[in-house]
């Protein structure tokens, strides 16, 4: 009975790996199918070389006598002909198999992330779950997808989409609907290109030209859907850029209230610039103004990109998660949303005895404890808590739920 019962506390364990084997699988899966592929097209590619040089050969001929060297022609001056083209090289084409599939890959990982952070901060499970969840985040989100795919970047995505059939129905062309130029998009692979000319592409509505993929509408709704049932799970369970600030939150100092309150004006600010921007095709800013990503790409090459990347690195090391609490769009949604969450953090004013331990550990400053004797409550803000475990762990009274 004994060893039945240690068994069945392992049993939680399997269900969340089984999730991220599973997408792992299927990424390794992938990566095979483009190997064989490519290998494939090589081989026949020789084949069509040799045999080819094999017809231009002709067989030698026994009583063959030496020939005469022709003198070459003589080069013409003449201009280069009207329908005379260059050779151009023909590009890399990726597998479609491969595309289709790294597609599946990151919608299963992310939403393995999220039922896994879900399990975790429902039970209260320990500190190496979310370092686990955050470390596999950063991995696969971050530094393998560099950071594109991403729900705060898909804010972009879904406003350009949405302006655009505004647009259509407010004031449809004869001609249909037109493109307008953009600097950048997010093609359907999740990653930046180039936007095509307004007077050159018209284009199909926006869930057929890449503007808004299936990628975009899940990692956009999800999170949203899960604040709205137990508060933001995304926020310390699987954001790429929440991970990064919670590696490197080593000496964390508090920001004076005053402060703090003119710099939350930030990420409202950060969303009407998007939602401009998106309406009236101007490109993300949203993906402009990330420090994470020259991190996540390690492409970049201009010194005052690195510089400012520099300077928030070491802004998260002195202060905990600055770019959650002061510029990311995102948080302001599912701040919203976790206002009417159905389970959310709570705090029990009647066990708690006011030692402000959990004051000192929550990274975005979302629990008020006044000072013994005073008339005020604690108060716990559950549409700015970020569900990171913090307070349950320091709590002796659990008055934190």
């Given at each position: ?6 068994l069945?506390?392992?049993?939680p364990f ?19 199918f483009?190997?064989?592929?490519d ?5 026949d ?8 040089a094999a ?6 001929d ?9 003198a070459?022609?003589a080069?013409?001056?003449?201009p280069?002909?009207?329908?005379f083209?260059?050779?151009e ?5 990726a597998?479609?198999?491969r ?5 599946v ?11 896994v ?11 190496v779950w979310?370092?686990?969840?955050l470390?596999?985040s ?13 729900s705060?970047?898909s ?6 989409a ?5 647009k ?11 493109v307008p130029?953009a600097?950048l998009?997010?093609g ?7 936007a095509?000319?307004a ?5 199909p509505?926006p869930?057929?030209n890449g503007?808004l ?6 990692f ?5 859907l899960?604040?709205l049932?137990c ?5 310390g369970?699987t954001?790429?850029l929440g991970a990064?600030q ?5 000496k ?17 600010l ?14 993300f800013p ?6 994470f990503?020259?991190?996540f790409r390690?492409?970049?090459r201009s ?14 090391v002195?202060?905990?998660r600055?770019?959650c609490?002061w ?6 949604l599912?701040n ?6 159905l389970?959310?953090?709570t705090?029990d004013a ?6 402000g ?5 929550c990274?975005v400053d979302?629990?008020t ?8 409550k ?10 990171c ?7 002796g009274k659990?008055a934190i739920?």
């Amino acid at each position: 009975m004994k060893r039945t019962v240690c068994l069945a506390r392992f049993v939680p364990f399997f269900r969340p790996c089984g999730l991220v084997l599973a997408a792992a699988f299927l990424f390794l899966l992938s990566s095979g199918f483009a190997h064989a592929e490519d290998a494939a097209a090589g081989a026949d590619s020789a084949t069509a070389v040799s045999a080819a040089a094999a017809e231009n050969v002709s067989a030698p001929d026994a009583a063959s006598a030496p020939r005469e060297v022709e003198a070459p022609p003589a080069v013409s001056c003449d201009p280069v002909p009207a329908d005379f083209t260059p050779y151009e090289r023909p590009g890399m084409v990726a597998s479609p198999f491969r595309a289709w599939t790294l597609r599946v890959a990151d919608i299963g990982v992310f939403c393995g992330l999220l039922a896994v952070g879900t399990w975790v901060v429902l039970t209260r499970r320990r500190r190496v779950w979310f370092f686990g969840l955050l470390l596999v985040s950063a991995a696969y989100l971050g530094f393998f997808r560099h950071g594109c795919i991403c729900s705060v970047g898909s804010i972009g995505n879904v406003a350009q989409a949405v302006s655009l059939e505004a647009k259509a129905v407010l004031n449809p062309p004869p001609g249909g609907i037109i493109v307008p130029a953009a600097p950048l998009r997010v093609g359907a692979n999740g990653i930046l290109e180039p936007a095509p000319a307004a007077e050159e592409t018209p284009a199909p509505p926006p869930c057929r030209n890449g503007i808004l993929s299936m990628e975009a509408v899940v990692f956009f709704i999800l999170p949203l859907l899960l604040a709205l049932a137990c508060g933001r799970v995304f926020c310390g369970t699987t954001c790429p850029l929440g991970a990064v600030q919670h590696f490197l939150a080593r000496k964390s100092q508090r920001v004076p209230r005053p402060l703090d309150r003119v710099l939350c004006l930030g990420p409202w600010l950060m969303l009407g610039w998007a939602l401009v921007s998106a309406w009236a095709w101007l490109g993300f800013p949203i993906c402009r103004m990330d420090p994470f990503i020259p991190l996540f790409r390690l492409a970049e090459r201009s010194p005052v990109v690195w510089a400012c990347t520099g300077g928030a690195l070491l802004l998260c090391v002195f202060v905990a998660r600055p770019y959650c609490r002061w510029v990311c769009p995102y948080g302001v949604l599912l701040n919203l949303v976790s206002r009417l969450a159905l389970r959310p953090r709570t705090l029990d004013a009647a066990r708690c005895v006011r030692c402000g331990r959990c004051v000192k550990r929550c990274p975005v400053d979302a629990i008020t404890v006044p000072p013994s004797g005073a008339p005020e409550k604690p108060v716990l803000d559950a549409a700015a808590c970020v569900q990171c475990g913090r307070c349950n762990r320091v709590c002796g009274k659990h008055a934190i739920q």
